[in-house]
C-alpha cells in the first residue's frame, strides 16, 4: 500500500511564505504524476498543482503566480512553495499520487497551513 507523508504545514503571517513536502513510500518517478490540492473553508477541494513523471508542471487556476511545485530525487519528495500567501489560502493541503501500472490515485493525510496574524 502506497503512503504519502506530507510535513511542513503550519502558521504563517500573511504576505509570508511556506514550504510543505510530501514523501511517497515509493520513488517519486513510479507515480504517473504527483500533485498538491488544498481544502479551504470556503470552497471544495482544488487542484494547486501537478507534476508528471517526465516533469511537467501544471497549476491550477490562479495558483502559478504564488505557489511552485518542484521535486528532489534525492530526497524523494515532491514540494510545493507557496509565497505572499493570504488569509483565503489557510487550509488542509493534500499530497495526491497516480499509480504508473494501476492508475489508483493515493491521498497523503494532509498538512494544515494557516496565514493569521
Known amino acids: 500500500q502506497v503512503q504519502l507523508v506530507e510535513s511542513g504545514g503550519g502558521l504563517v503571517q500573511p504576505g509570508g511564505s511556506l514550504s510543505v513536502s510530501c514523501e511517497p513510500s515509493?520513488?517519486?518517478?513510479?507515480?504517473?504524476?504527483m500533485a498538491w490540492y488544498r481544502q479551504t473553508p470556503e470552497k471544495q477541494r482544488e487542484l494547486v498543482a501537478t507534476?508528471?513523471?517526465?516533469?511537467?508542471?501544471k497549476y491550477g487556476d490562479s495558483m502559478e503566480n504564488r505557489f511552485t511545485i518542484s521535486r528532489s530525487s534525492v530526497e524523494n519528495t515532491v514540494n510545493l512553495s507557496m509565497n505572499s500567501l493570504r488569509p483565503e489560502d489557510t487550509g488542509v493541503y493534500y499530497c495526491a499520487a497516480k499509480d504508473i501500472w494501476s492508475e489508483k490515485i493515493y491521498w497523503g493525510q494532509g498538512t494544515q497551513v494557516t496565514v493569521s496574524s
Open positions: 515509493e520513488s517519486i518517478f513510479s507515480f504517473e504524476f
Open positions: 507534476i508528471s513523471s517526465r516533469g511537467v508542471i
